[in-house]
Every structure is written in C-alpha cells, then in structure tokens.
C-alpha cells in the first residue's frame, strides 16, 4: 500500500502564497501520475492540476498562471506552488496518487490540508 502525507496548509492573506507538498511512502514500484484536487465547504472535490511522469502538466482554468504543480521523483513527492491566492482558493486541498503495487495500479488519496485566504 502506499501512504500519502500532505503538509503547507494555513491561513494567508489575499495576494499571499503557500506551498503544498505530498511524500508517498510505502511499497511502491513506481508512480505514474500525481495530482493535486480541492474541495470546498458545499461544493464537490474538483481537480487542481496533474502532473506526469514524463514531465507534463495540467491545470484548472481557475488557477492557471498562479499555481504550479512539480515533482520529485526521487523523493516520491509532488508539490503545488499557490501564488497570487484569492479568498475563492480556500479549501480542503488533497494530493491524489496513480501509483504500480505489485502488479496493480491503484489511486491513493493524502489525509488533505486546509487552505484558507482571509484578510
């Protein structure tokens, strides 16, 4: 199995920045792609941004050009800059994990982390 531990949560300013990272840990034989998805109070869980193995990225409309996703591949971890937050940033935000086991590919979800924008 593979355990996901989320950390850089934390109450900004609007304009404020933070950054998120996700260690995965655990009987790993490889990780294909990791992601970065959020959810608000009364709203559904929505995608952030992925990144892949290879290197490619994909953003949400809503946080292109303020947010950036990376990975360090020797480290397990995957990271998400947040630039230029806006109070409509703030939510539970999760990494989520395409990751091999064994012989089987499996999604894994971190524990999430709060992110809130408030003056």
């Known amino acids: 199995q593979v355990q996901l531990v989320e950390s850089g949560g934390g109450l900004v300013q609007p304009g404020g920045s933070l950054r998120l990272s996700c260690a995965a840990s655990?009987?790993?034989?490889?990780?294909?792609?990791m992601s970065w998805y959020r959810q608000a109070p009364g709203k559904q869980r929505e995608l952030v941004a992925h990144?892949?193995?290879?290197?490619?990225?994909n953003y949400a409309d809503s946080v292109k050009g303020r947010f950036t996703i990376s990975r360090d591949n020797a480290k397990n971890t995957v990271y998400l800059q947040m630039n230029s937050l806006k109070p409509e940033d703030t939510a539970v935000y999760y990494c989520?994990?395409?990751?091999?086991?064994?012989?089987?590919?499996?999604?894994?979800w971190g524990q999430g982390t709060q992110v809130t924008v408030s003056s």
């Open positions: 990144i892949f193995s290879y290197g490619s990225t």
């Open positions: 989520n994990v395409l990751s091999r086991v064994n012989t089987t590919f499996s999604y894994f």
């Open positions: 655990g009987s790993i034989v490889s990780i294909d792609r």
